[in-house]
């Protein structure tokens, strides 16, 4: 028996039943920020039940033919596993698809070559957009990609001028020193993060300035750069620890950094929270549910990613976009509190 098979809904199909243009359903199903109002908003509503009723599914590849561009946005990371990045994609996801975009990841590992070689194959895609998770302080490469063509935003991590949609890193960073202060710890320490990226620095320079401005200076043996995961924290940990003076209060300027400090000072017998002081950074779904609950500095991540799309829409559409500066708040816990636990 031969299977029939059944064409594809088009928007004329759509605009015929509404008995509208083409335009019109164009302008309804596929909005575009800042453009012109597509009907009135029952007009509208009827046209999207119109198109719902008959199946009508965008067909992305004949507009990319008509545009010479698609609709997709490129986001590249530096790894999609870390719970930071991917919260942060998933805004990006939300935001994009609302304006009829989509969206696909890859990773870059932090590594120059392979970002290099992700740029070079997402514009080859010709993809309306990029949006890069794992920018550099150094905008060299962003420089020249900036006089390729291809809009482009950052997000969480700054690198130059360039726009993009972050924390205001210096800022949560310095709102650790204060809690550290008011709490009367002198002795206290950074685990970075790396010293590439404005999410490392940005947060270890304003926690160190603001140790200053109260009179503590912090010395280089107790600011160690490390990565951004809990290997990390539980290495530099290890080495604070080791020292010759051991700090009370340590900020890890990612949340995962802090897991692997906690493991560290678990391991020789501290009471994190009375022993010894740990913040951490982002205030990511863990933070709250260890069993001593971190102190940290929240970062609307979800929201973050949404601007970033926003921003990226926008400039694809022309408008002057600028950059989103997102304030953090502190969340203060048990293990800078004290509780009473060596869990």
């Known amino acids: 028996m031969q299977r029939r098979v059944q064409s594809r809904v088009t928007l004329r199909d759509v605009a015929r039943a509404a008995g509208v243009s083409v335009p019109t359903v164009s302008r309804v199903l596929h909005p575009r920020p800042g453009g012109r109002p597509a009907a009135s908003i029952a007009n509208a509503d009827r046209i999207r039940e119109i198109a719902k009723k008959l199946n009508y599914v965008p067909d992305i590849a004949a507009s990319s033919l008509r545009t010479g561009v698609n609709r997709d946005l490129a986001v590249i990371v530096p790894r999609l596993s870390d719970l930071v990045l991917a919260t942060i994609y998933e805004g990006i ?21 392979l970002r290099r070689e992700l740029t ?10 990029l949006i890069f998770g794992d920018a550099t ?3 060299a490469f962003l420089n020249s990609l900036a006089g390729n063509g291809t809009p482009f ?7 130059g001028g360039h726009p993009g949609a972050w ?27 790396t010293n590439f990226s404005s999410t490392g620095v940005d947060r270890a320079t304003g926690f160190l300035q603001r140790m200053a401005e109260h009179g503590i200076e912090v010395g280089p043996e107790r600011h160690i750069i490390s990565g951004f995961d809990a290997a990390a924290g539980e290495k530099a940990m290890s080495a604070l620890l080791g020292s010759g003076s051991a700090p009370t209060a340590v900020f890890a300027v990612n949340d995962f950094t802090a897991i692997g400090a906690m493991g560290a000072a678990r391991s020789r017998g501290l009471v994190i929270g009375d022993d010894i002081a740990i913040a951490g950074y982002n205030d990511t779904s863990l933070a709250a549910y260890l069993p001593v609950p971190l102190t940290t ?5 979800h929201e973050m990613g949404r ?9 694809i559409d022309g408008e002057e976009s600028g950059s989103v500066t997102f304030d953090p708040t502190l969340v203060e816990r048990a293990s800078t509190l004290g509780s009473g636990s060596s869990a």
């Open 297 to 301: 500095v929240r970062s609307p991540m």
């Open 153 to 159: 935003v950052t997000v969480s991590r700054r690198s």
């Open 120 to 129: 070079a194959n997402a514009i080859d895609r010709r993809v309306a957009g």
């Open 307 to 315: 601007a970033a799309a926003d921003l990226m829409i926008r400039t």
């Open 137 to 139: 302080i150094s905008p």
């Open 93 to 113: 996801q939300e935001r994009a698809g609302e304006s009829g975009y989509t969206t696909f990841v890859a990773n870059s590992r932090d590594e120059a070559d």
């Open 167 to 193: 924390l205001d890193d210096r800022l949560g960073g310095a709102l650790v020193a204060d809690h550290f202060h008011a709490l009367g710890h002198t002795e206290v320490a950074v685990i970075g993060g």
